[in-house]
């Protein structure tokens, strides 16, 4: 990489790098593997503890006074109360990682005081790195990443991710993919939330969406989407993405038409409308320029939210209080 990058985000790069080497010697003799289940189709392998233990250690050893949010051991390392939040996916993609299937990344992001400031998502099997600083743009190793320039959905490529979890509102998603499917050019799910987000930065995606995501899926490659030039927000278009289990991102003309299909499918109105604590949000999209901060700030200091609970009950900023115990409750 030839551009001089943030202090920070060179130790981030460093720590995706020696996880990635990890990674890769691993998937040389997946045979002898050991993989545990978290719960139905969810899995944790040796590999993710492994490489999650080789980026905190790096990551703690440059900045001991950090916070830290990691898939795998949560907050048990790192002081709590910074207000640099290392957030951390050491293997996204697991399932693909298990079987073979060539898609899968390390995710890395700083967030300060409850926004993305860094990030980096590297691809061990392809050696590709995709990295952004913010106001610095996004980058995939030395090359500057920038959205599609389509504008119609009949021309799009949308990425996606199919509900797997016990509990998941399987008949939902269907009829959210039958809309979309027949709405755009293509449509796509390899597997691995952080690279779909990068792939939307690159252009090679023209948008994507998914449901049941947690904040270490989507804190980094948030970043990328709004240094290209992207947006990226909940199903109605608003910044309350990283906690509510849904997130939408797409080049702007594209993104309006998408939170427009998606709106009608938030599981955050939907219980809004049960609940009857307040009224249902309007229907439409943040979609033009005004909306290009729709990601930098996320809904609260992540160092006070329980990032792996459901989303409170009605679109508004998050309060601890307002989160479930659990992340268990079916969309």
């Excluded at 952004?132 to 090359?143: C, E, I, M, T, V």
């Excluded at 160092?303 to 268990?328: E, H, S, Y």
Aim: hydrophobic share 40%; proline share 5%; net charge negative.
């Amino acid at each position: 990489m030839s551009q001089n990058l943030h202090p920070m985000l060179n130790i981030a790069v460093r720590a995706a790098r020696s996880a990635g080497s990890i990674i890769n010697r691993a998937a040389l003799d997946l045979d002898v593997l050991k993989v545990a289940s978290k719960g139905t189709n969810d899995f944790v392998t040796e590999v993710d503890q492994a490489a999650e233990e080789a980026i905190i250690s790096t990551l703690l050893e440059a900045y001991p006074g950090h916070a830290i949010l990691a898939e795998e051991s949560g907050r048990q390392r790192g002081s709590k109360h910074s207000d640099y939040l290392w957030i951390i996916d050491p293997l996204d993609g697991t399932t693909n990682f298990i079987h073979g299937f060539p898609v899968y990344a390390v995710s890395i992001a700083l967030a300060f005081r409850g926004k993305v400031e860094q990030a980096v998502v590297y691809d061990p099997t392809r050696n590709d790195l995709f990295y952004a600083s913010k106001g610095k743009g996004a980058y995939l190793n030395d090359r500057r990443l920038r959205v599609s320039k389509r504008t119609r959905m009949s021309d799009a490529l949308i990425g996606t991710g199919f509900p797997f979890r016990k509990g998941d509102n399987f008949k939902r998603y269907l009829k959210i993919f039958e809309e979309v499917m027949q709405q755009c050019a293509g449509m796509r799910r390899p597997g691995a939330a952080a690279l779909d987000l990068c792939y939307v930065a690159a252009g090679w995606y023209d948008g994507f969406f998914e449901t049941g995501l947690s904040p270490w899926d989507v804190a980094a490659g948030s970043l990328m989407i709004t240094e290209a030039g992207g947006l990226v927000g909940n199903f109605t278009g608003e910044a309350d993405f990283l906690y509510q289990r849904e997130v939408v991102a797409a080049t702007p003309r594209i993104y309006g038409q998408l939170v427009q299909m998606l709106t009608p499918y938030t599981r955050v109105i939907k219980e809004a409308q049960e609940a009857d604590t307040s009224p249902a949000p309007a229907e439409g999209a943040a979609s033009g320029p005004g909306a290009q901060d729709a990601t930098a700030a996320f809904v609260q200091s992540t160092a006070d939210a329980d990032p792996t609970a459901a989303p409170a009950r009605k679109v508004t900023r998050l309060r601890k209080a307002d989160l479930p115990a659990t992340d268990d409750a079916p969309f």
